[in-house]
């Protein structure tokens, strides 16, 4: 009994840490901040896949300027998807879903450079 609760708990947390990996942020001022933005590139299955499993797997990786407002939230995931097919940054090399809200939460990475 006591191994299945072990094994149950082990899921557990592995199903429930996969959310959103990247980095919301909350200016308290207007200002121009430095994003380090990966995706996982578009294999066959790469949908099935999650960032926080990604080690090892092929990135596109870029760099881009992010305009931050004071007091608004921002997500750097979101703002990575959004150039994701723009040219010198995602270059349409990134895994995508039908789910662009799925595709943000686990196939891109935003964090403060």
Not at 27 to 44: A, D, F, G, M, Q
């Amino acid at each position: 009994m006591r191994f299945n609760i072990y094994i149950f708990y082990g899921v557990f947390v592995l199903l429930f840490s996969q959310g959103s990996h990247g980095e919301t942020i909350t200016s308290e001022k207007n200002e121009k901040i430095s994003v380090r933005c990966e995706c996982l590139l578009s294999l066959p299955l790469c949908e099935l896949e999650v960032f926080a499993s990604a080690a090892g797997k092929p990135l596109q990786t870029w760099y881009q300027d992010v305009t931050l407002t004071a007091g608004k939230i921002t997500d750097l995931n979101a703002a990575c998807y959004k150039n994701r097919d723009v040219d010198g940054m995602g270059d349409g090399l990134c895994c995508v879903t039908s789910d662009a809200a799925k595709t943000i939460t686990n196939l891109f990475r935003g964090t403060r450079y």
